[in-house]
């Protein structure tokens, strides 16, 4: 009588330990979807002018006919930058300070600012945020 209990327990155990193989498994698709359905794009007009402007999450370096788009979202602890001193990227918050190619020049923050994506579509920027 025992041993059935024990096989029985031994089964359901099995049982449940197999649908909890699938939670890893559902994390990391939700995670996909969530990856995902965060990005979006945003149009501004193609900048005519040198120098850097900033756009609901993006910065936009022009120098010459070459364009660079960067976030806007600091790399410590993640405040819009919305403000340069000459060349220098300047987060508000705690004062990290990044060149105009999203290089850390002073910290707190370690890591340089991560570059988007863009196309250019007609008289458009089209950038896809983060
Ligand atoms: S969030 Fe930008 S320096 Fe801290």
Redesign the pocket.
Known sequence: MAKKENQISRRSFLKVARHLLWIPVIFAIGRAIKTNSTAKTIKIPLPQNEGISFHQGAIIVKEGKDIRVLSSK?T????SIKKNEGEVLV?G????RYSKSGEVLTG??VDPLASLSYQIKGAQLWITTD
């Open positions: 600091c410590h602890l993640g405040c987060c918050c705690h004062g990290s707190p923050a």
